[in-house]
């Protein structure tokens, strides 16, 4: 059986020397920062070298056993279990979400929010390495709250970071309203201080025709089907002239019943991305309008649905706090600034709905070669591998070192503030996106 042709074969082998080269030429990370006394960084050394065999264990678990968005129950409960095993209470169903975690440790001060994803994605499991997302969270909570002198520390543990949006639930809930700094760091094929993020809206389709017979009587109906074809055909037609940074992309979900009978229904679904709110409110309204010109050429009914899962907002660097992320794993690991990242290989998150609510962080960590894309198989064989595990141990130390930094470092937290306000102070995702809903026609 012959297999489908991999596109640009040479393209990894290109993108791993560039990598190479470019990490020759990035001098060493430096910050005008002073961050945490080197005695508390040495504690927090320590107590994650304590908890080495537990954080292995439950990311191997986790990948063990994926589950899929707000239903990551299993995960939930062996978070919970681990962190209610070292002292320290675990509340699962926190902000009206049954998956989602809340443990707090620290009274008072500056408030940390150490943010932990756990969701899996059809079919390929943890593709996208949220295993090692949890495990490097709870193991940075869990030395923070042992070593914590100043301020406080929650552990967040977010549901459906897969096209479910439960951290906008847990924003809407109040969950990030008293947090001063959150952040976390997410498994890719490189290290990065910060990521880049695309906006995200989802857009669902239904075209209403009339039923007839496709042999006897085709005269006679108005086909649904061809109205969803005539959506995509638009859409593809669209791409060529859009920004090299946006993204869309779609799957019919529904194509009629059987061949001898007209569909009187028809339905797609497509996911619309860009760099920047102003070009992401651009794509959204050149999508609506072809979706809707669609039923005006075939004579159906258009019923369009946006964002029946929460939007995704471009995250919003802190570069005062990636500095002292990519300082404090330097001894582990070189880690580039985020502009290294190549655009075509820019996702969504809501983690940028985070960003830009409360200051924030966002690092990649590499588990697999350049060219080894998240969301496929073999990105998922990584994050189980042996450099999956390390990458938990060094993303929670740098987790715990930097939300050290901001607990001891009052001019660090003065200056991530400032750089957050200038960049335009909290936004909600109301007031960001501007645009209605749904609409029909």
Same mark, same amino acid.
């Given at each position: ?17 560039e ?18 006394? +080197?005695e508390?960084?040495g504690?927090?050394t ?6 080495? !065999?537990?954080?292995t ?6 990948h ?8 990551e129950h299993h995960?939930? +409960?062996? &978070? ?7 002292g &320290? ?19 008072? @001060?500056p ?8 969701d899996?994605?059809? @079919?390929?499991g943890?593709?996208c390495?949220?295993?090692? &997302?949890a495990?490097?969270?709870? @193991?940075a909570?869990?030395a ?5 002198d100043?301020g406080?520390?929650e552990?967040i543990?977010?549901?459906a970071e897969?096209?479910g949006?439960g951290k906008q639930?847990?924003?809407?809930a109040?969950?990030f309203?008293?947090? !001063? ?6 498994p890719?094929n490189?290290?990065?201080a910060?990521?880049r ?17 496709s ?10 089907l061809?109205?969803?074809v ?5 859409i593809?037609?669209?791409r060529?002239?859009?920004l090299?940074s ?5 799957? &019919? ?5 059987a ?18 709110? !102003?070009t ?12 809707h010109?669609?039923?005006s050429?075939?004579g ?12 995704y ?8 706090l990636e ?8 001894s ?12 075509d290989e ?6 940028g709905?985070?960003?830009?609510f ?10 697999a ?17 042996e ?8 993303a929670a ?11 001891s470092?009052e001019?660090?937290?003065a ?9 335009g ?17």
């Amino acid at each position: 059986m012959s297999t489908p042709r991999q596109p640009y074969p040479g393209l990894r082998q290109r993108r791993q020397r560039e990598l190479a080269e470019e990490l020759a030429a990035t001098p060493a990370a430096t910050s005008p920062h002073t961050g945490a006394p +080197a005695e508390t960084i040495g504690r927090l050394t320590d107590r994650l070298g304590e908890l080495r !065999d537990d954080l292995t264990a439950l990311s191997l678990d986790l990948h063990a056993h994926p589950e899929l968005a707000y239903a990551e129950h299993h995960a939930a +409960a062996a &978070i919970a279990k681990l962190v209610r095993e070292h002292g &320290i209470p675990a509340e699962v169903g926190a902000y009206g979400l049954p998956t989602a975690i809340r443990a707090v440790a620290g009274k008072g @001060g500056p408030r940390i929010g150490v943010v932990a994803e756990y969701d899996a994605l059809p @079919g390929i499991g943890h593709a996208c390495g949220h295993n090692i &997302i949890a495990a490097s969270a709870v @193991g940075a909570f869990l030395a923070l709250a042992h070593v914590l002198d100043e301020g406080t520390v929650e552990l967040i543990g977010t549901p459906a970071e897969e096209g479910g949006g439960g951290k906008q639930r847990i924003l809407d809930a109040g969950g990030f309203d008293e947090i !001063d700094f959150a952040l976390m760091v997410h498994p890719g094929n490189i290290d990065v201080a910060g990521s880049r993020s695309l906006g995200f809206r989802q857009v669902a389709v239904t075209y209403r025709g009339l039923a007839a017979h496709s042999a006897t009587g085709p005269h006679w109906g108005v086909n649904a089907l061809d109205a969803v074809v005539t959506a995509y055909n638009g859409i593809s037609q669209l791409r060529q002239h859009i920004l090299p940074s946006d993204k869309v992309h779609g799957i &019919i979900t529904d194509g009629g019943q059987a061949p001898n009978v007209v569909p009187e229904t028809a339905s797609a679904v497509f996911y619309v991305r860009s760099l920047a709110l !102003d070009t992401l409110a651009d794509l959204h309204t050149r999508v609506d309008a072809i979706l809707h010109a669609a039923a005006s050429a075939t004579g159906t009914v258009a019923e369009v649905s946006w964002d029946n899962a929460p939007a995704y907002l471009p995250l919003r660097a802190n570069d005062v706090l990636e500095a002292r992320y990519a300082v404090n794993l330097a001894s582990r690991r070189k880690v580039l600034p985020a502009s290294a990242r190549p655009a075509d290989e820019v996702a969504s998150t809501d983690m940028g709905n985070v960003s830009v609510f409360v200051p924030s962080i966002h690092p990649i960590i590499a588990i697999a070669p350049r060219g080894v894309a998240n969301h496929t198989a073999e990105f998922a064989t990584h994050a189980a591998a042996e450099t999956g595990v390390t990458a938990v141990h060094d993303a929670a130390a740098g987790i715990a070192a930097t939300a050290a930094d901001f607990l001891s470092d009052e001019r660090l937290r003065a200056d991530a503030r400032a750089e957050f306000d200038r960049a335009g102070g909290r936004l909600r995702l109301a007031d960001a996106l501007g645009t209605p809903k749904g609409s029909a026609g």
